[in-house]
């Protein structure tokens, strides 16, 4: 039987599980689960056990593609389990969405990205089409935030967009 999920966090970090959530964002969220959503990580057992390793031993660890988690795991908020959801790509959040894993805030943490046409922070360098992907889930109600860790201050992505349009 599958648990309830409470989503408390949707995040895009392309280091997926790391320090910042580790020490940051798991205790401030009180988070029992933690979900990585990656198809890469999902097929590859070498990767997907060293993030086991990782994890604390009282944090439950859903590893799954990104098809087979929005087709399992519905958006909910305040009842079951805490749960931060984990993308690597923004792709991945935008299809997810697509497939049914509807959530109504994104985390933006770190992205690299040898393609850069926007650099919003030292920490997130988005391509062409991460930008793309950004305008279609706005467009589908999504609110985007750029923030690594509780404590800091969260930046609204499209009042970044905005300043360097003008």
């Known amino acids: 039987m599958l648990p309830s999920l409470d989503i408390a966090l949707v995040r895009v970090d392309n280091r997926l599980v790391h ?3 580790l020490e940051g964002w798991i205790p401030y969220l009180k988070a029992s689960y933690v979900a990585v959503v990656d198809d890469q990580v ?8 060293v993030i086991r390793m990782a994890v604390p031993r009282e944090v439950h ?7 087979e988690f929005a087709k399992t795991y519905p958006f909910k908020r305040g009842t079951g389990s805490k749960t931060i959801v984990l993308f690597s790509r923004i792709i991945d959040a935008w299809t997810a969405c697509r497939l049914g894993f509807q959530f109504d805030q994104l985390n933006i943490g770190n992205i690299y990205n040898d393609e850069c046409k926007l650099c919003c922070t030292p920490s997130v360098l988005l ?3 991460d930008i793309r992907d950004i305008h279609k889930l706005r467009d589908t ?22 300043k360097m349009q003008t």
Do not use: H, K
Not at 42 to 49: G, H, N, V
Not at 61 to 67: E, M, N, Y
Not at 141 to 162: A, D, H, M, Y
């Open 19 to 21: 320090g910042q959530i």
């Open 127 to 129: 391509s062409e089409d």
């Open 42 to 49: 999902a097929s590859d057992f070498f990767r997907e056990t």
């Open 141 to 162: 109600g999504v609110s985007i935030e750029l923030r690594r860790v509780p404590r800091e201050q969260p930046i609204n992505l499209f009042e970044i967009v905005r």
């Open 61 to 67: 660890l859903i590893v799954s593609t990104v098809a």
